[in-house]
């Protein structure tokens, strides 16, 4: 079994960047498909990019050009770029092992950690 935890988050400004991590504990990443997911208070939990084993990615159009999702296999971890952060940004992010990254329905693993909190206020 394969446990992912975020770190990296807190208060960002608008227009700031932050850099989280998600790295394996107790197993190896491997080649696993990775998604970073974000939930804000009172919405649904949504995949924000995906990025594949081989690194290819898919991101949600509201972060295209601003988040860059990336990793680093031997070090089992996966990488998420915010830049040009907004307000509405804000959310706990998450990680998760995905089958089906590039397909129309991707589909997590329902071994969710805790996230990472990232605030975006001036």
């Known amino acids: 079994q394969v446990r992912l935890v975020e770190s990296g988050g807190g208060l960002a400004q608008p227009g700031g960047s932050r850099r989280l991590s998600c790295v394996t504990s107790g197993s190896t990443l491997g080649l696993a498909a990775v998604g970073w997911y974000r939930q804000a208070p009172g919405k649904e939990r949504e995949l924000i990019v995906c990025?594949?084993?081989?690194?290819?990615?898919r991101y949600k159009e509201s972060v295209k050009g601003r988040f860059i999702a990336s990793r680093d296999n031997s070090k089992n971890t996966a990488f998420l770029q915010m830049n040009s952060l907004k307000p509405e940004d804000t959310a706990v992010y998450y990680c998760?092992?995905?089958?089906?990254?590039?397909?129309?329905?991707?589909?997590?693993?329902?071994?969710w950690g805790q996230g990472t909190q990232v605030t975006v206020s001036s």
């Open positions: 998760n092992l995905v089958e089906g990254c590039l397909s129309s329905d991707p589909t997590p693993s329902e071994n």
């Open positions: 990025i594949t084993g081989g690194s290819v990615t």
